[in-house]
Each structure stands twice: as C-alpha cells, then as structure tokens.
C-alpha cells in the first residue's frame, strides 16, 4: 500500500483492509458452523449461525460508509482509488458468503432434527471443505495483493462446479431410490447450492484482486461447469419396475 504526506489518510486506508480481513474470519467462521449444524442437524448451532451474521452485515455497512466518505474527502487517483473500489466489491462478496451460511442455517432448522442418513450429507460436506479452503485463500491473497494464489482460486472454481453437478445428480438418485429420502435430499440440494454459490464469491474476490494489483479485469471468462440445469437421472431396473406394477395396478382398478 503506497505511503501519503497525509497520515491520517493511510490510516484510513489500512482501516479499510482491517475490517476486509475481519469479514474474511467472520465468513469463514459462518461457514464452518453452518456445515457442521448440518452434519449434525445441530438446531441450537444453526441458529447462532443466523444470529451471527448480524455481525457481519455491521461491519460491511462500516465499509461502505468508510469507502464512500474517503471518496468524497480525499478524491483519490489510480492505485488509491482501486483500493477503495476493491474494498467495496470485496466486502459486498463477504456479505453474500455470510447470506449463503446463514441460510444454510436455516435449512438445519427447517429439518426439525430429522436425520436420514449420514452417506447423504458426506458429499455436501466436501464440497464446504473446497468452498472453505478457497475463501481462506482468497482472503490471503487479498491481504498479501497476491496475484498468483488469487488466480489458483480462480481456476478452481470449476472443481466446485463439477462436484456440484455431481453431487445434484446422486442426490437425485437417492431421492428415487426411497421417497423417503426426498424432503432430506431436497435440504441438501439447497444447502449444495448455496456452498456452489460461495465458491462464485471467492471467485469474485479473486478476480478484485486482479484489478486491484494491475488494474485491469482478467483477460476471460472463467467457464463454469455447474450442469446441473441439464442434469437427469435414468430409472434403474428396479425403479422401473416398481413403477411398470403401479401403473398395471391402477389400469386394473
């Protein structure tokens, strides 16, 4: 971060970075406890998860007037202006991963304690480990104006997509197996695609990075493997079946 003749402006600038970096450990510390409610139908944790996220929205409304008063007192120029800029976006991005556990939260609480399986929630849980791993990265990336860890995040996002779309696909499949399964399954499947859309967030920070440091957007567009809009799941045999003697039977009636 450049140095001014003013000190009071790059305290006001190092301000900004502070509560970037305090957003970054509240949002990772959401997401956590938002997936481990899951894995556990943990009611009373996922309401600290809706609860906390107050926090959160404090402090991104912190940078926002923050941003907007240096803007108009200070009118800076290149570099300084980028900083600004990108402390907004950045912290806009925080507040939506904190949106996304929050309401992941309250899937858990909409289950009721209902608990189908553990072999169900195994595949929502990786793909958080992914999701996690990137906001961690991207927030150090951020910290340290590291471009290349910032662009390794980038490049990344294409494994969440594909876990997504997979994981869509077998939770499908579960949910046809057994009926039972399917107002679970159909949690998860939110709960999926909320993660999926945390990992866009880190993406975005990764890409604010970029413009921060060069000062310019990157040169293409990031592809996007989440196919679960085309996905379908084939009856097996046995589905078929039972789906063959139910319409038999109601031919006879």
Not at 29 to 39: E, G, Q, W
Not at 112 to 131: C, F, P, T
Not at 227 to 250: P, Y
Request: net charge negative; with cysteine; aromatic share 4%.
């Amino acid at each position: 971060m450049p140095q001014h003749t003013v000190v009071a402006y790059d305290d006001e600038l190092k301000q900004l970075a502070g509560w970037i970096a305090e957003m970054g450990g509240q949002a990772e510390r959401l997401l956590i406890d938002a997936v481990t409610a899951l894995s556990r139908i943990d009611t009373d944790l996922a309401q600290q998860v809706i609860v906390n996220d107050q926090r959160l929205d404090i402090v991104q409304r912190k940078v926002e007037e923050a941003a907007i008063s240096i803007i108009a007192r200070r009118q800076p120029m290149a570099r300084d202006l980028r900083e600004i800029v990108s402390a907004l976006r950045v912290s806009n991005d925080l507040e939506r991963v904190g949106d996304l556990a929050k309401n992941i939260a309250k899937r858990v609480v909409a289950m009721n304690g209902q608990y189908q399986s553990k072999r169900l929630v195994l595949g929502v849980e990786h793909i958080s480990e992914i999701a996690l791993e990137q906001i961690k990265t991207v927030i150090d990336a951020y910290t340290a104006r590291d471009v290349e860890a910032a662009e390794a995040v980038r490049n990344r996002d294409d494994e969440i997509d594909a876990m997504y779309t997979s994981l869509f696909r077998e939770l499908l499949t579960y949910m046809m197996e057994d009926p039972r399964n399917i107002t679970f399954c159909t949690h998860l499947l939110f709960c999926a695609k909320n993660i999926e859309r945390i990992g866009d967030h880190a993406t975005n920070i990764a890409e604010n990075i970029h413009y921060l440091v060069t000062g310019e957007q990157p040169a293409l567009d990031r592809p996007k493997l989440d196919n679960s809009s085309l996905t379908s799941v084939e009856f097996g045999k046995a589905e078929q079946a039972r789906a063959t003697a139910a319409s038999t039977e109601t031919g006879k009636a």
